[in-house]
């Protein structure tokens, strides 16, 4: 879970965009991306003899599988969408789009 929130703290520096550099931004820091994969499960679950002690057992084992399967897959959208912010900043920074505090590219025009 801190993998994806180092991820998402990154979005704000795209998101909200700062002059200079702001403490507690990853991005700014140059803090590498932590890149540690999600590791499997070792089925670990001891031998037990009464059935619903079993039962309960596995039921909590299949919990665990379905939260790290779905903590990889959030993992995997954050990425994906850090990496689109990333190009998106590098293709504002080559055509000096300025955004405001939205990220709304501003047009130039006056408002009616």
């Known amino acids: 879970m801190s993998d ?6 990154r979005f704000s520096h795209y998101l ?5 550099e702001t403490p507690f931004c ?5 803090r590498a991306l932590n890149t540690t ?4 499960l070792e089925n670990t679950t001891a031998e037990i003899t009464a059935q619903s002690l079993t039962d ?8 665990v599988v379905r939260l790290r ?3 990889s897959n959030q993992r995997q959208a954050l990425l994906f969408t850090l990496a689109q912010l990333r ?3 590098a293709v504002d920074d080559r055509q000096h789009i300025v955004r405001d505090s939205h990220g709304v590219a501003a047009t130039g025009s006056v408002g009616l």
């Open 4 to 9: 994806n929130s180092d991820v998402m703290m």
């Open 16 to 20: 909200l965009p700062h002059q200079k």
């Open 26 to 30: 990853p991005e700014c820091s140059g």
């Open 37 to 40: 994969p999600v590791y499997e």
């Open 56 to 63: 309960d057992a596995e039921e909590i084992r299949k919990g």
């Open 69 to 71: 399967e779905q903590l």
């Open 87 to 89: 190009r998106s900043q």
